[in-house]
């Protein structure tokens, strides 16, 4: 595989009525991945007990494989992240690894977690919910605006941490505005100023080439379902061995203090199949071409956003190192500033023009973002901007 675009999307199932410029959301799971998956749930309702019981987990029984099936794809895993196997558990997706973190913590009345206003909404509720049983507190820090150089982004979160802040929750690359921040540097400045760190990496598997115990992160959770093409929900906790006595799946059953890896392995009856055939989709990546794959994803999103910021008379200022495989460029004044304002014009484009694309409420204003995966190219682009055209 080396032609990137529309020559790809046989690859994927997607409809070929509709320009799909919305890969950054649940993900799109590539046909090579399916039928993986396929394959390992075939395997399982041929012998179910065996499979769940001895084969993917050693929960009870005796063992048939050396090590167990989840441990295999988290070995496998750990080699396209940049992390040991036994440091990475599997979650739904990188909320409910951000739970699994807030949830484990010794919480006392007072304690702070900093989040930014960039930062994904379902995770500062789950702050908000754990520590309101305690008397703590979620703090919101307002990044810069315009948020488009990564220096101004960096200081303004590492000077928030104060005295009571416990725990900052930082993001890899931001959902709504796709600002790819410069993790390590932020990680450093935090936890020099007495800040645990939390990842939120849901946008990086996949989007941005990864070394896990390099970014120095008190834990680092991500989705793999996204950029990673894996199927849907498949998600990833990395936790190092220092950090990981104590930290609990939000889920307790029979794997409880059993041990970090084998209590997230055993919650319970689960299908287990997006998480063993989850380096499926990193083996497809890397025939897909790896940094020549991102390379092209970067360009169409670029180029794209810039095209299009043009053509609808607004301004995409962004640092390019702030760019990965997705762009958000603002909307002009006049298309409203609500997420009601937003959703109107999200479902025109793509009811009446065929273009699935986010629009955004950010900042008192809307805003487009764009995906690009393999399959997309700048006809889809130009597609896109002529709706906007029509539609603005």
Not at 73 to 81: Q, V
Not at 148 to 157: C, F, K, L, Q, T
Not at 304 to 323: D, H, L, N, P, Q
Not at 344 to 357: G, S, Y
Request: hydrophobic fraction near 45%.
């Amino acid at each position: 595989m080396s032609a990137y675009g529309h020559a790809l999307l046989a690859e994927w199932p997607l409809d070929p009525s509709i320009t799909y410029l919305n890969h950054g959301t649940v993900g799109v799971v590539p046909r090579r991945v399916r039928a993986a998956q396929d394959a390992i749930r075939d395997a399982i309702e041929r012998q179910p007990a065996r499979h769940l019981f001895r084969d993917t987990t050693h929960a009870e029984g005796r063992a048939v494989t050396p090590r167990p099936g989840m441990r295999v794809a988290a070995d496998a895993l750990g080699g396209f992240m940049g992390a040991r196997g036994d440091d990475l558990v599997w979650v739904d997706n990188a909320t409910s690894g951000v739970n699994a973190v807030l949830r484990s913590l010794d919480w006392r009345e007072g304690d702070e977690v900093l989040v930014t206003d960039h930062g994904y909404g379902a995770i500062a509720l789950a702050a908000r919910g754990v520590l309101r049983a305690f008397g703590g507190v979620v703090r919101e820090v307002a990044l810069p605006d315009p948020a488009n150089e990564p220096g101004p982004i960096v200081d303004a979160i590492a000077t928030a941490v104060g005295p009571r802040t416990r725990l900052a929750i930082v993001d890899h690359v931001t959902s709504g505005s796709a600002l790819v921040l410069p993790i390590a540097e932020l990680v450093a400045r935090c936890r020099a100023r007495g800040a645990a760190v939390l990842v939120d990496g849901a946008h990086a598997p996949g989007a941005l080439p990864l070394g896990l115990e390099a970014t120095g992160a008190d834990w680092y959770t991500g989705n793999l379902h996204k950029w990673a093409l894996a199927p849907r929900s498949c998600g990833v906790l990395w936790t190092p061995a220092a950090r990981q006595a104590g930290l609990h799946p939000t889920v307790l059953s029979w794997g409880l203090d059993t041990g970090y890896t084998a209590e997230f392995d055993w919650v319970g009856t689960r299908d287990p199949s997006p998480w063993l055939a989850a380096p499926e989709g990193f083996r497809m990546i890397d025939a897909l071409g790896g940094d020549a794959l991102r390379a092209h994803n970067h360009a169409v999103a670029w180029h794209g956003a810039r095209s299009i910021a043009k053509r609808i008379g607004t301004r995409f200022e962004v640092a390019e190192s702030m760019v990965g495989c997705m762009a958000t460029l603002p909307l002009p004044g006049r298309c409203g500033s609500t997420r009601e304002d937003g959703a109107r014009l999200r479902d025109a484009l793509l009811f009446d023009h065929r273009v699935e694309v986010p629009v955004i409420a950010l900042g008192g204003r809307l805003w487009l973002r764009l995906s690009a995966q393999a399959y997309n190219d700048e006809a889809d682009i130009a597609t896109l901007a002529d709706a906007l055209a029509v539609l603005l």
